[in-house]
């Protein structure tokens, strides 16, 4: 049973400057929800209880909200205004919060090594909330879940994107082994349409089988001088095997203004139940 993930979250987010200057960008709102309590919301509904945070300096302001915060209680408690705190009063209560600081941003891979004090030796989630995942029958990680029960090997969500947007991802190539489930055979971080294998782009949801972290520790720097997650899992797959996902769902890139407006707006018309 997989209960862990991992939620990187120590970037700069300096696309959204100057939003985020003194502010994490994973807790900016889409409509009135944190953009990473989205991301939570999906690892528990998995069973992902076990939730751990790789963050880094400025953002306590995450912590602080996955914890109680005694004064708005107070306030709020036996007022109507209690309904606005259920959504985070059910995620605390389902879910613990663990925190450990990635000291220096060396990249994704790194980010997820550092994870390994709390993952320790069992398979686990890692969750990209920039990546929001929304409006299915079935969160993208509970789909995964589903399948690693079946598979017992690392997997990766992946969609097809345009080809000039290739660049922005790590793009696998695989064998079509059945309806939107390949195992991969390479993988590319963030390809040159000329070089990309395919238009299968890897979105922020992994899992991740524990062999990982020591494949990651002799994992030199890649893509922009950063221990790259891509290039671990394709010395995973060419050892053992290495699974590629096509959800069912919806994604919004809210690692981009543009991506995290539509997201907004979506959710707006879509989820957001005003009272
Ligand atoms: C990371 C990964 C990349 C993946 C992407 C998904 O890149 O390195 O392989 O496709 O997340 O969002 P980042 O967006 O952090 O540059």
Same mark, same amino acid.
């Given at each position: 049973?997989?209960?862990?993930?991992?939620?990187?979250?120590?970037?700069?987010?300096?696309?959204?400057?100057?939003?985020?200057?003194?502010?994490?960008?994973?807790?900016?709102?889409?409509?009135?929800?944190?953009?990473?309590?989205?991301?939570?919301?999906? =690892?528990?509904? =998995?069973?992902?209880?076990?939730? &751990?945070?790789?963050? *880094?300096?400025?953002?306590?302001? #995450?912590?602080?909200?996955?914890?109680? +915060?005694?004064?708005?209680? @107070? %306030? #709020?408690? &036996?007022? *109507?205004?209690?309904?606005?705190?259920?959504?985070?009063?059910?995620?605390?209560?389902?879910?613990?919060?663990?925190?450990?600081? %990635?000291?220096?941003?060396? &990249?994704?891979?790194?980010?997820?090594?550092?994870?390994?004090?709390?993952?320790?030796?069992?398979?686990?989630?890692?969750?990209?909330?920039?990546?929001?995942?929304?409006?299915?029958?079935? &969160?993208?990680?509970? %789909?995964?879940? @589903?399948?690693?029960?079946?598979?017992?090997? +690392?997997?990766?969500?992946?969609?097809?994107?345009?080809? /000039?947007?290739?660049?922005?991802?790590?793009?696998?190539?695989?064998? $079509?082994?059945?309806?939107?489930?390949?195992?991969?055979?390479?993988?590319?971080?963030?390809? +040159?349409?000329?070089?990309?294998?395919? $238009?299968?782009?890897?979105?922020?949801?992994?899992?991740?089988?524990?062999?990982?972290?020591?494949?990651?520790? $002799?994992?030199?720097?890649?893509?922009?001088?950063?221990? %790259? #997650?891509? /290039?671990?899992?394709?010395?995973?797959?060419?050892?053992?095997?290495?699974?590629?996902?096509?959800?069912? *769902?919806?994604?919004?890139?809210?690692?981009?203004?543009?991506?995290?407006?539509? =997201?907004?707006?979506?959710?707006?018309? $879509?989820?957001?139940? /005003?009272?």
């Amino acid at each position: 049973m997989i209960k862990k993930c991992l939620f990187p979250v120590a970037g700069y987010g300096t696309r959204f400057l100057p939003a985020t200057k003194s502010q994490p960008k994973e807790m900016l709102p889409v409509v009135n929800k944190p953009l990473v309590q989205y991301g939570v919301e999906e =690892a528990i509904e =998995a069973g992902l209880t076990e939730v &751990g945070f790789v963050t *880094g300096r400025g953002k306590r302001a #995450i912590a602080d909200h996955f914890d109680i +915060s005694y004064e708005l209680e @107070n %306030q #709020i408690s &036996g007022t *109507g205004k209690e309904k606005y705190l259920s959504s985070i009063r059910k995620v605390m209560e389902e879910g613990t919060f663990t925190f450990t600081r %990635q000291k220096e941003m060396l &990249g994704l891979g790194h980010a997820i090594l550092t994870g390994r004090t709390i993952v320790g030796n069992e398979a686990f989630g890692v969750i990209l909330a920039d990546d929001l995942c929304v409006d299915q029958e079935e &969160g993208v990680m509970k %789909q995964m879940v @589903n399948l690693y029960n079946q598979f017992r090997c +690392s997997i990766v969500a992946i969609e097809e994107v345009p080809e /000039d947007e290739v660049h922005k991802y790590g793009v696998i190539e695989g064998e $079509n082994i059945k309806e939107g489930l390949y195992r991969v055979t390479n993988m590319v971080e963030k390809p +040159s349409k000329e070089d990309a294998p395919s $238009n299968l782009a890897i979105i922020g949801r992994y899992i991740l089988t524990p062999d990982i972290f020591e494949i990651i520790e $002799n994992t030199p720097p890649g893509r922009n001088g950063e221990v %790259q #997650i891509t /290039d671990a899992l394709l010395t995973q797959a060419k050892k053992g095997c290495v699974m590629a996902y096509k959800f069912r *769902g919806k994604r919004f890139d809210c690692g981009s203004v543009k991506g995290f407006v539509e =997201a907004s707006n979506y959710v707006f018309e $879509n989820l957001y139940e /005003d009272d």
